[in-house]
């Protein structure tokens, strides 16, 4: 599978609404879903947009494929940044579950693979801007929701 050319992947696309105080609007394409919990997706992000404000609860590997993907560490505890950084095409990264943080694409959006290891059916959390949970990415929901399609 070409994941720089691919009009057979399905995208679900997210936008912000007048709660967040930020531009969101990305997209995700499920590539692959594996019993044991691994995920394979790939996420675009449109021109210095956003993502929601997450913490990942799963192992993640990520490669950035195409643009820039601009990253905003988080301290959990205190909501300070801990650092900035633009990761380019090319460039790889692996986090050990409990990483927050803020990404947006840069001036021509990214493109980039992420490829998690559940833990305990988890993925990520989706947070308000005081670092609650306002929302979760479960591993048993998206699997259900690809047998659902295939029934």
Same mark, same amino acid.
Request: hydrophobic share 35%.
């Given at each position: 599978?070409?994941?720089?050319?691919?009009?057979?992947?399905?995208?679900?696309?997210?936008?912000?609404?007048?709660?967040?105080?930020?531009?969101?609007?990305? *997209?995700?394409?499920?590539?692959?879903?594996?019993?044991?919990?691994?995920?394979?997706?790939?996420?675009?992000?449109?021109?210095?947009?956003?993502?929601?404000?997450?913490?990942?609860?799963?192992?993640?590997?990520?490669?950035?494929?195409?643009?820039?993907?601009?990253?905003?560490?988080?301290?959990?505890?205190?909501? *300070?940044?801990?650092?900035?950084?633009?990761?380019? +095409?090319? !460039?790889?990264?692996?986090?050990?579950?409990?990483?927050?943080?803020? *990404?947006?694409?840069?001036?021509?959006? +990214?493109?980039?693979?992420?490829?998690?290891?559940?833990?305990?059916?988890?993925? +990520?959390?989706?947070?308000?801007?005081?670092?609650?949970?306002?929302?979760?990415?479960?591993? !048993?929901?998206?699997?259900?929701?690809?047998?659902?399609?295939?029934?």
């Amino acid at each position: 599978m070409n994941l720089l050319d691919n009009d057979n992947l399905k995208w679900r696309r997210f936008v912000g609404d007048d709660s967040f105080d930020y531009p969101i609007d990305y *997209e995700a394409a499920l590539l692959s879903l594996r019993e044991g919990g691994h995920v394979d997706l790939l996420y675009r992000w449109a021109p210095n947009s956003y993502c929601h404000f997450h913490r990942h609860t799963a192992e993640t590997t990520s490669v950035v494929l195409a643009g820039e993907l601009h990253v905003v560490d988080i301290d959990p505890e205190t909501g *300070e940044t801990l650092s900035k950084k633009i990761r380019k +095409a090319g !460039d790889y990264a692996h986090k050990e579950p409990g990483d927050v943080h803020m *990404e947006h694409g840069g001036p021509e959006g +990214a493109l980039v693979l992420f490829k998690l290891k559940a833990v305990d059916n988890s993925l +990520a959390e989706s947070l308000a801007k005081d670092g609650t949970v306002i929302g979760e990415s479960c591993f !048993d929901d998206m699997m259900a929701r690809q047998r659902a399609k295939h029934d």
